[in-house]
């Protein structure tokens, strides 16, 4: 990947991750952190919904899409997920159960966003 793609895959990652936040923040969550880091791991969005802390994966697709994003989150980054996630209570002393979530944006060439939220994406198992 070249400069230039890299910089527009970038523009397009964090351009879904903002419309995931406002999604999130309408239906009523309560967002906590956005782009958490610890070590070399992220968790894009950090929310609360109701009693539950939801670890939210981001995965950003322009038309025509030609992988399944939400396969694109195997083993591995489950583990890291999961880990970021651990920290992430342990650091803030936080009580509540944690959810992993995915929200799958797709991007028409127009520009329009459609927004898919897989709750409990994934169960939480190292």
Excluded at 27 to 43: A, F, S
Excluded at 45 to 63: F, M, P
Excluded at 76 to 83: E, F
Excluded at 85 to 104: E, G, N
């Amino acid at each position: 990947m070249d400069t230039a793609q890299k910089s527009k895959h970038l523009c397009l990652g964090e351009g879904g991750e903002e419309l995931a936040t406002d999604y999130l923040r309408d239906k009523g969550y309560i967002i906590l952190e956005n782009n958490w880091r610890v070590q070399h791991k992220e968790l894009d969005i950090i929310a609360v919904d109701g009693n539950e802390l939801v670890a939210v994966e981001v995965k950003t697709r322009t038309e025509p899409i030609l992988d399944n994003p939400i396969m694109s989150i195997n083993r591995k980054k489950q583990r890291n997920l999961i880990s970021a996630a651990h920290a992430y209570v342990r650091i803030k002393q936080i009580s509540l159960d944690v959810r992993f979530d995915v929200i799958w944006i797709r991007m028409d060439i127009s520009g329009r966003a459609s927004i898919e939220h897989i709750k409990d994406a994934f169960i939480p198992t190292l």
